[in-house]
């Protein structure tokens, strides 16, 4: 039996955790607009180049563009994206590894959402772009990391 189709019930989310657990990876996948998959696209090869591609993998199951808020959807492991939040490939990739981050501490059964652990997960985001930043060898993605880092050293959740 492979990955759950959905991550909801107890024996769904365990199931998940324990091919995880046995390096699962999914092949993710990216659904939208040709504008919104080569965003998309674009972002990607940033969370490559930081080193997280695999990790994002194990958690996230595809990226799909929607109209609405952008959110994780936990039972599909999948992450909704509407337009202008992949407008910025640098802060598209940063935001894809705090929903990874959120997907993570919901198949640990860890609480993933609120105060603490959004805190938690806007560091991540943070650590991400920090590491971004020292391995890209981008001018202006360095220049955007630290645009972005100096804008979250102002955040209410640090």
């Not at 046995?22 to 919104?36: D, T």
């Not at 609120?114 to 220049?143: N, Y």
């Amino acid at each position: 039996m492979g990955f759950p189709k959905r991550i909801y019930t107890l024996d769904e989310v365990k199931k998940a955790g324990e091919l995880v657990e046995k390096g699962y990876k999914h092949r993710l996948r990216v659904k939208g607009s040709p504008n919104f998959k080569r965003k998309v696209r674009q972002a990607l090869k940033l969370v490559k180049t930081a080193g997280f591609y695999n990790l994002l993998r194990t958690y996230i199951r595809s990226i799909v563009e929607i109209d609405g808020l952008t959110q994780l959807r936990e039972a599909d492991a999948t992450i909704w994206a509407n337009k202008y939040a992949v407008e910025n490939p640098v802060d598209a990739a940063s935001l894809f590894m705090q929903k990874a981050n959120h997907m993570r501490q919901y198949l640990e059964g860890k609480l993933y959402y609120g105060g603490a652990a959004e805190t938690r997960s806007v560091q991540r985001r943070i650590d991400f772009l920090e590491i971004l930043k020292k391995k890209s060898r981008k001018k202006e993605v360095k220049e955007e990391c630290e645009r972005l880092l100096r804008s979250w050293s102002e955040s209410v959740f640090l």
